[in-house]
């Protein structure tokens, strides 16, 4: 078992910018790697950014690239996610994951999930 725990969301304006975390419990942090998802109302839940077991990998959605940058410290079994120039349309809940490869969440599977957090970001 992995618990995730997200936090860091809230309300930002447009261009603004925002951190998320992702406090993992247990001693298998590094074990995993990591992935960011979100939810839009009424949309399907979605893959935005991941990062290797290590760090030293990172994949991102193409909505995202540039503006976005994930991050991980496997001695405090924490993952981030910068969300600098956000818009509207990120507005979603955003949830972390965890699964063996990068690979395996950018095709949305992972093994555990954490419970979310709302970011709403205003025009």
């Known amino acids: 078992q992995v618990p995730l725990v997200e936090s860091g969301g809230g309300v930002v304006q447009a261009g603004g910018s925002l951190r998320l975390s992702c406090a993992a419990s247990g001693r298998t942090f590094a074990n995993y790697a990591m992935g960011w998802f979100r939810q839009a109302p009424g949309k399907e839940r979605v893959f935005v950014a991941g990062?290797?077991?290590?760090?030293?990998?990172?994949e991102y959605d193409d909505s995202v690239k540039g503006r976005f940058t994930t991050s991980r410290d496997n001695a405090k079994n924490t993952m981030y996610l910068q969300m600098n120039s956000l818009k509207p349309e990120d507005t979603a809940v955003y949830y972390c994951a965890a699964a063996p490869l990068v690979t395996n969440l950018s095709l949305g599977r992972a093994n555990y999930w954490g419970q979310g957090t709302q970011v709403t970001v205003s025009s």
């Open positions: 990062i290797s077991r290590s760090g030293g990998s990172t």
